[in-house]
């Protein structure tokens, strides 16, 4: 592919559209995160006791590299970057289940080995009281998701495999197009809704009400509602008063919105 064909196809509808996409989903977790944060802080003790809350700084600033590296084409940087976030979404999620620590930095000093090993089995451990069928499955979906970009951490055979069979095609570094910021794009929305449905299960049950139930009882319209877990999360406050005369309108539009 020529400097001149790449630019053509990079001002294209189809191109323009997957960027958007990146902007919207960077914008929606980033709403997500800065909504749980502010909401919980009001309690006085969990901007400093929530592990969770703590780490946003931190995961805002993956979200954001993401951004910017996704925007110039270099995918497989991203892939590592979203590892991170599935890997201190476990790690924070575990932490504020059971850590009884009182300030951040005692539970840094408290986990301090598992902070510093790359091992996610502490999921299994999890309680997601939101999902009654299907945890077992989300768990499953995490770690798998999370075998599939550790082959992009280090130096692995699958990764230079990969960046030689594009290279042949005529899509080095630098070059990708719209089906390559289309894959990255599916893989990004399902690594968000992981660090989603991290959040949720950190922070008080209402956070996650008041974010998602509008004052008329709707769901709030939000990009990471296409996921099938935020969409059972979302169910499960069905019993708010406001929702009661509007409930199969709800039902039918979960079904229809779950894309991922």
Known sequence: MTKEELNEELDSEDYKIELDRLYIMRGSIIQ?????YHNSIRDGIS?????FLRMIDDISQSIISINILAKEGISN???????YLIEVGIKSCFIVTNSNKKTFVEQINEYEKLLNSSNINQINTLNFYYFENCSEDFK????KLYGFLSKYTH?????????LERNSTGRPIGYEGTRELNELNNMIEKVYSVVIVLIF???A??????????ENGKTIDWYFTKSKYVSL?????DYKHERQQILKELADERKRRIAF
């Open 77 to 83: 940087t991203c892939l590592r970057e979203l590892r």
């Open 47 to 51: 901007h400093e006791r929530n592990f």
């Open 201 to 203: 299960h950190s922070v």
């Open 155 to 163: 130096a692995s055979s699958h990764q230079l495999l990969e960046r």
């Open 233 to 237: 999360i979302d169910e499960k406050f």
């Open 205 to 214: 049950q209402y956070v996650p009400g008041d974010f998602l139930v509008e």
């Open 32 to 36: 997500c995160l800065l909504f749980c």
């Open 140 to 143: 499953t979906e995490v770690k």
